[in-house]
């Protein structure tokens, strides 16, 4: 998970440890409700426009550390998630390397 992620979490995690039940189920509610009922939230389906102005914003808000850092977590996930493919090939390509071998040998006896 991404620095900036574990720390949103955290906070949240905090913000909610000091609720009492009924702040935490008043603040459940108030998530259904994004906006005070000023866009899609009442029950109309959101928008492909309303979803690009939302990360519009959202990216806007960041300042070009955060967005610097959001690229490089997501370069080196990429690059990991290659990696573990890379080995998940070679394994198996091995394994079949392996079982060709044992089937050669088991022929060649007879």
Same mark, same amino acid.
């Given at each position: 998970? *991404? =620095?900036? =992620?574990? $720390?949103?979490?955290?906070?949240?995690? #905090? +913000?909610?440890?000091?609720?009492?039940?009924?702040?935490?189920? %008043?603040? $459940?509610?108030?998530?259904? %409700?994004?906006?005070? *009922?000023?866009?899609?939230? @009442? *029950?109309?389906?959101?928008?492909? @426009?309303?979803?690009?102005?939302?990360?519009?914003?959202?990216? &806007?808000?960041?300042?070009?550390? +955060?967005? +610097?850092? $959001?690229? #490089?977590?997501? #370069?080196?996930?990429?690059? @990991?998630?290659?990696?573990?493919?890379? %080995?998940? /090939?070679?394994?198996?390509?091995?394994?079949?390397? /392996? @079982? %060709?071998?044992? &089937?050669?040998? $088991?022929?060649? *006896? =007879?």
């Amino acid at each position: 998970m *991404g =620095k900036m =992620k574990e $720390l949103f979490m955290q906070q949240m995690e #905090e +913000q909610r440890s000091d609720m009492s039940d009924a702040e935490y189920q %008043d603040w $459940l509610k108030s998530q259904d %409700d994004c906006c005070g *009922g000023d866009c899609h939230c @009442e *029950g109309e389906p959101a928008t492909q @426009e309303d979803k690009e102005s939302q990360y519009d914003a959202w990216w &806007n808000s960041l300042t070009d550390e +955060q967005k +610097q850092q $959001l690229y #490089e977590e997501q #370069e080196s996930y990429e690059k @990991e998630r290659i990696e573990r493919e890379m %080995d998940e /090939i070679q394994y198996i390509e091995d394994r079949m390397d /392996i @079982e %060709d071998e044992m &089937n050669h040998d $088991l022929s060649f *006896g =007879k």
